[in-house]
């Protein structure tokens, strides 16, 4: 059974930096995309981040660009997320996801396993 883990979140003040980890079991990483999204109280998910199965594509969010930094380690099984200059506009539970493609368009039903999140939360 695929599973993915995250890990890394916590509290940090506007400014700061969080560096999350996605760790996966149960599928080859290195056939799979793998999806950052994110969710505030009260809204939508939103796709944050993604990168291909060979790392050769990579998309950001406009409110995020220039600030996170995604990345991954196929020998690891992990992927990242560095995040720099956080905002509190980025506080959420952030997710990681498996999906086919890397696409900037973030569409959730393309996919098909998730994490149970972690919490960011930026505030002074």
């Known amino acids: 059974q695929p599973q993915l883990v995250e890990s890394g979140g916590g509290l940090v003040k506007p400014g700061g930096s969080l560096g999350l980890s996605c760790e996966v079991s149960g599928f080859p990483l290195d056939v799979y995309a793998i999806g950052w999204f994110r969710q505030a109280p009260g809204k939508e998910r939103e796709g944050v981040s993604c990168v291909s199965s060979k790392g050769g594509s990579i998309q950001y969010a406009d409110s995020v660009k220039g600030r996170f930094t995604i990345s991954r380690d196929n020998a690891k099984n992990t992927v990242y997320l560095q995040m720099n200059s956080l905002k509190p506009e980025d506080t959420a539970v952030y997710y990681c996801?498996?999906?086919?493609?890397?696409?900037?368009?973030?569409?959730?039903?393309?996919?098909?396993?998730w994490g149970q999140g972690t919490q960011v939360t930026v505030s002074s």
């Open positions: 996801a498996r999906g086919l493609f890397c696409r900037s368009e973030f569409e959730l039903y393309e996919y098909d396993y």
